[in-house]
């Protein structure tokens, strides 16, 4: 079982940058797989950036990729997303999510364990 809070999210210019923080608590091994999803008002929730506990490999959507980052910091149990250059169509409610072991799976279904979400704005 695992808990995740998130925090970071807020109001930016397009062009601005962002990082959000999920902190997670409860158990934390390799086999655990950390997202972030987010989802606009009308739309569904998509998959933006995931990270395997163990090694570190991550991979983003293609609509952020060079744009956001996604690391984690092993001794404060906590995952970040850096957002840059955002856009005004990355506003969106932003969820961390979690599960444990293979797939590294972008499937929102697939993830048993959320956060409560941040909102993110961009204004342009």
């Known amino acids: 079982q695992v808990q995740l809070v998130e925090s970071g999210g807020g109001l930016v210019q397009a062009g601005g940058s962002l990082r959000l923080s999920c902190a997670v608590s409860?158990?934390?091994?390799?086999?655990?797989?950390m997202a972030w999803f987010r989802q606009a008002p009308g739309k569904e929730r998509e998959f933006v950036s995931v990270?395997?506990?163990?090694?570190?490999?991550?991979a983003h959507a293609d609509s952020v990729k060079g744009r956001f980052t996604i690391s984690k910091d092993n001794a404060k149990n906590t995952v970040y997303l850096q957002m840059n250059n955002l856009k005004p169509e990355d506003t969106a409610r932003y969820y961390c999510?979690?599960?444990?072991?293979?797939?590294?799976?972008?499937?929102?279904?697939?993830?048993?364990?959320w956060g409560q979400g941040t909102q993110v704005t961009v204004s342009s």
């Open positions: 999510a979690a599960r444990f072991g293979p797939p590294l799976t972008t499937d929102v279904a697939r993830y048993p364990y």
């Open positions: 409860g158990r934390t091994d390799r086999n655990l797989r």
């Open positions: 990270i395997r506990w163990g090694d570190s490999w991550s």
